[in-house]
């Protein structure tokens, strides 16, 4: 032990503490200054920076031994408060900087560390500070946070009032489409927001902490487990396998459609039989500290019998290949689009210009900020309780129970602020953990994953294998497509079909596509299961679209728009399932592109030099909003003597979920005169809160906010008078009406689903669109790609609120950059943490980021909204990859485009 006297935040402090601790857990663990967050844990991210004696410094990493006495240390807690806050906090705000928040603090941190330097920074000096201070965000696409750093030098420089920052909002009062700041972001900009690992701090004595036995190989028979000598180690209550589950110990993957050939119960929640992949759960150590829970974990004995571990899905589909789930054959899903005539005839006809190409898009990690955490506990109505980053609690919920051997009403799920998850958290991951280790020790437990386990265990992007084809006339006109895919979704099936689906349903979305033959399958593996990721089998489907219409366009000699130009949706037009899209907008986001493209065209001829070959590139994207019809939702209003309030299950992963509640209630209650803030929000309980749907597919906006509207609209119907006006509260008490008021609503009549041996059908009420405009620059010397700048025209409908749109927008598209050029989580040696895995940091991407809209209303969307969170992720990435063909003559596709890839093909070019 060594003593500390430290200055923290202005206050002296002495410390007693190990000399080989962290600055960052005696902040959070000693002193609960919890605004300092821990994500990665290597100093890759930045949320732990503090200021130690004017430098900025990553907590995370830094030892107290070398931490000088009398320091001067300053986290987010001494940059300002609620009630005084500092320029950037405030700018971070008006910029809509915190979506998850996770990031936030140490942002704003290591900001101040630049403007207490110089007051008068340029863009690109913020820009430099961040990538040299390792912040991370996996929200933003940086570009609102440099925003919020310049506008916050303008104040400190006294050239802007704060007033004059604060949007005006319309004479009716409404907060719909506006850039109103959502609820959540003052508590993430201060570092008050308690996310996971904050609330597990702060539970009561006696909580158990829990780590876990995890597997070292992808596939394997269990023979043993032998705990013994785990069980007699410091600390340990006990340590859990598969015979303390009181239940089936299986997730159900809830089989969406009927010819699926698994059963759905094939995830072990610990594992008992096999190994099915690097990283699985085979025990849970609970111990008095993570430490003495880690030692333990070391001694128990696993012993296996290795299997083959087929590592993607052509080795999986071989010959020679062993059932991965006994009884159920390694393909167990198929699907088919059978749209029009036979294609066959088609592209044999000599008149007919057929192309046809192999593409690959790969298993690509979410990489939220904050790694997996949660907790649970028994409460006094001898309930499990289950807190975590879900975003499908009422999902969760029924997956998990019979595995735990829990009635649903013993069971709740409660999930926290998460620090992003960007779908992972559609599938369960520690959930039913927590629920065995509470059940089989009776006591509170808590488990935060470090980033290791972060990448290696939870779900991944299911990697597509696709082989496309295209016949056209000589002038352009699709005339036919055949398509074949192949999705590797890792030996778990839950969601496996309706990934695939989704190659049905988008592959060629965007075009009129009249004559369509095409057959897909779901391949069980050994690598990382597959799990949701936002725009969930898009991003595959439309990268084989998208790069190959540049491939046809090439092949008749005609300029890429043009040709997509021709082909776009118009009315009349239908989609690949055979439905008419909600809206014929298309037209109108290329119009509205056209300039840009053809300006970005003759800069990138005037700029490319003989070293550095400059290029652009376009792709376009589709997109439902929901999860295939028929789908609906719940949501609750109560009137109140201060207000009204909203229950609803709109999961937050960052993306707004309570913005998208409070203007969706806030436009229909505008009737009653009733203020933003007169508005409280009570969510994602499922002991408190209806059953809404899952937060995926960007359904939310549409299903939750029109069952929102309908529960406001209710209430305005139940204390109107006679005469039009409207009871108050205590009015309506004393008339014995009722204040609890229920909104449900359901897709209409005609929308069912796809049929599942045509693909045939109108799977969703709503789509989103898009067009993506990238600018790149490729050195030919080392095959580096740096993009110049992105452009996104989207149609999702009328907005909710612009700022928190327009971050969807940003963030989406720096994902899709990531996946173009750096992203892949492939190599388990390899591929362990953000830098390796490819992260793009705010240097990797570029400044120039535009987003604008067009505006079609929604006739089943709540006051015209579509969806939105998935549009940004649909193509931007071919985007990428079209422009550096035209950049350098170089085409990939098999993703990312790493450097070696362009110099290998720069190389072989003749």
Request: aromatic share 8%.
């Amino acid at each position: 032990m060594i003593n500390k006297s430290i200055v923290i935040n202005g206050v002296r402090q002495t410390l007693i503490v190990e000399g080989e601790v962290t600055l960052a857990n005696v902040l959070r663990g000693q002193l609960h200054l919890t605004g300092t967050k821990i994500g990665c844990g290597k100093a890759q991210c930045g949320a732990c920076s503090v200021i130690m004696d004017g430098k900025i410094v990553r907590s995370c990493v830094t030892k107290m031994k070398r931490v000088p006495d009398e320091a001067e240390i300053t986290t987010i807690e001494g940059v300002g408060t609620q009630k005084n806050l500092h320029p950037l906090q405030l700018a971070w705000m008006i910029h809509g900087g915190a979506q998850c928040g996770f990031c936030s603090p140490g942002f704003i941190v290591s900001a101040k560390g630049l403007l207490d330097e110089n007051t008068n920074p340029t863009r690109e000096e913020v820009r430099d500070w961040f990538q040299r201070h390792r912040n991370a965000c996996r929200c933003t696409g940086y570009k609102p946070l440099v925003d919020a750093v310049m506008t916050a030098a303008r104040l400190i420089r006294g050239e802007v009032k704060v007033e004059e920052l604060w949007e005006k909002l319309p004479q009716d009062g409404s907060i719909w489409g506006s850039n109103y700041i959502r609820p959540s972001a003052l508590a993430k900009v201060t570092g008050t927001c308690d996310y996971g690992a904050d609330l597990g701090i702060k539970m009561p004595c006696g909580t158990l902490q829990l780590k876990l036995v995890q597997a070292k190989v992808s596939h394997a028979n269990i023979l043993s487990i032998d705990t013994a000598e785990a069980e007699k180690m410091p600390g340990v209550y006990k340590v859990i396998t598969h015979k303390d589950v009181q239940g089936k110990n299986r997730i159900t993957g809830l089989i969406t459609f009927p010819n699926n050939k698994g059963d759905g119960w094939d995830r072990p929640i610990l594992c008992d039989e096999k190994v099915f992949q690097f990283g699985d759960a085979i025990a849970i150590v609970a111990a008095d500290t993570e430490e003495h829970a880690q030692a333990a974990v070391e001694k128990v004995k696993v012993e296996l019998e290795i299997l083959p571990a087929y590592m993607s899905a052509p080795a999986a589909m071989a010959d020679d290949a062993i059932e991965i789930h006994p009884g159920t054959p390694n393909i167990y899903w198929e699907t088919k689009v059978i749209k029009g005539e036979e294609t066959a005839p088609v592209m044999e006809d000599p008149n007919v210009v057929v192309v046809q190409d192999d593409f690959y898009v790969g298993r690509q990690p979410h990489l939220p900020m904050e790694a997996d955490v949660g907790f649970a506990y028994i409460d006094d109505e001898e309930r499990v309780v289950i807190h975590s980053k879900s975003i499908g609690i009422h999902l969760h919920h029924a997956m998990i129970a019979p595995g735990l051997g829990l009635e649903p009403e013993k069971l709740v799920l409660v999930q926290n602020p998460a620090g992003g998850t960007f779908g992972y958290k559609f599938s369960p991951t520690i959930e039913a953990l927590l629920g065995v280790a509470a059940m089989a020790t009776g006591k509170p437990v808590f488990l935060n994953f470090d980033y290791y386990q972060q990448i290696t265990y939870t779900g991944k992007r299911s990697p597509f294998f696709i082989n496309l084809k295209y016949g056209a006339t000589k002038e352009g006109k699709l005339l036919a497509m055949e398509a074949d895919w192949s999705v590797d979704h890792g030996p778990y099936s839950e969601f496996g079909d309706l990934v695939t689906l989704r190659g049905s349903q988008f592959i060629g979305a965007s075009y009129m596509i009249p004559n369509i033959r095409s057959n897909g399958r779901t391949v069980c593996t050994n690598h990382a299961w597959g799990s949701a990721f936002r725009a969930y089998g898009s991003p595959q489907s439309l990268f084989a679209t998208e790069v190959l219409m540049d491939e046809l366009a090439e092949k008749l000699g005609m300029d890429p728009f043009e040709l997509r130009y021709k082909n776009v949706y118009r009315p009349g037009d239908t989609t690949p399932t055979g439905c008419q899209p909600d809206v014929y907008s298309l037209v109108e986001i290329m119009d509205k592109l056209r300039p840009l493209y053809d300006a970005a065209k003759e800069k990138a001829k005037a700029e490319s030099t003989a070293d550095k070959k400059r290029g652009v590139g376009i792709s376009l994207g589709a997109y439902g909003a929901g999860l295939d019809n028929p789908d609906g939702s719940e949501a609750w209003a109560d009137y109140t003597e201060t207000g009204v309030t909203i229950f609803n299950a709109w999961e937050d992963h960052g993306q707004g979920a309570d913005m998208g509640t409070l203007a969706t209630a806030h436009q229909a209650l505008l009737p009653l005169g009733i203020k933003p803030e007169q508005i409280k929000l009570v969510m994602n309980d499922t002991s408190k809160t209806p059953a809404s749907g899952p937060a995926g597919g960007s359904r939310s906006q549409v299903m939750t906010g029109n069952a929102t509207k309908i529960a406001c609209e209710e209430l305005l119907k139940g204390i109107q008078k006679p005469d039009g006006s409207y009871r108050n509260y205590a009015e309506q008490v004393e008339a014995g009406l009722p204040t609890h008021f229920v909104g449900k609503y359901s897709t209409p009549a005609g929308y069912n689903g796809c049929d599942l041996e045509t693909g045939q059908g109108a799977p969703f009420t709503t789509y989103m669109y898009a067009a993506f405009l990238s600018e790149v620059e490729v050195d030919i010397n080392t095959g580096k790609t740096k993009v110049l700048g992105m452009t996104g025209i989207f149609d999702v409908g009328t907005l909710a609120n612009k700022l928190v749109v327009d971050g969807q927008m940003y963030g989406g598209m720096i994902q899709g950059l990531g996946l173009a050029l750096s992203e892949d989580f492939e190599d388990l040696n390899k591929h362990i943490d953000l830098i390796s895995c490819g992260l793009p940091y705010s240097k990797d991407v570029p400044d120039k980021l535009v987003v604008d809209y067009v505006m079609p209303p929604r006739e089943h969307g709540p006051f015209g909204a579509s969806g939105v969170g998935e549009a940004p992720l649909t193509s931007p990435h071919a985007s990428i990859i079209n422009g550096i063909t035209d950049a350098c003559g170089v085409r990939i596709t098999k993703l990312p485009a790493l450097p070696e890839k362009i110099l290998a093909g720069l190389k072989a070019k003749p």
